[in-house]
């Protein structure tokens, strides 16, 4: 574990991490996709398989910004312990992570259900563990030794 007069190093090391495992999903999808033999969609864009999956998955989202107003105002009107607030931080992670997840497995299921002869399905369920597993083990290594959490 590494201890840091101010911040400036750690925030260097924390971005250099987010840098090495962007690199690291951006080449594991590239490979995942030659393999699969599947269309990289457009950046920052939603690729809806159908209708049914849009509606839905805009409910999803919809569901997700309550969820997270409802735990903000619960943690502001019941909290008096600012060192709870790491807490709620890694808390609110966990939440946008299932969520994400409940989005993309649905993705998945959709992609499976009615896209037919195409392996965009396998490519959205290996993304899904592959991320996941990255994020597990970041945490159970308190970030490679970087944070003590």
């Known amino acids: 574990m590494y201890y840091y007069e101010d911040n400036s190093g750690l925030l260097l090391d924390i971005v250099i991490l987010i840098g090495v495992f962007s690199l690291i999903i951006f080449i594991f999808n590239s490979i995942m996709r030659k393999l699969l033999n599947v269309k990289r969609p ?8 159908n209708k049914v999956h849009e509606k839905y998955d805009k409910r999803l989202r919809l569901t997700s910004v309550i969820v997270y107003m409802v735990a903000g105002l619960y943690f502001i009107f019941t909290t008096n312990n ?68």
């Open 42 to 49: 457009k950046w920052f864009s939603n690729n809806y398989v």
């Open 82 to 149: 600012i060192s709870s607030d790491t807490d709620f931080a890694l808390y609110l992670f966990v939440l946008g992570m299932a969520f994400t997840g409940i989005q993309e497995l649905f993705r998945a299921f959709m992609e499976w259900k009615y896209l037919e002869g195409k392996n965009d399905y396998l490519f959205t369920l290996s993304q899904v563990i592959f991320i996941i597993t990255l994020v597990i083990v970041t945490f159970r290594s308190d970030f490679f030794g970087l944070l003590a959490l």
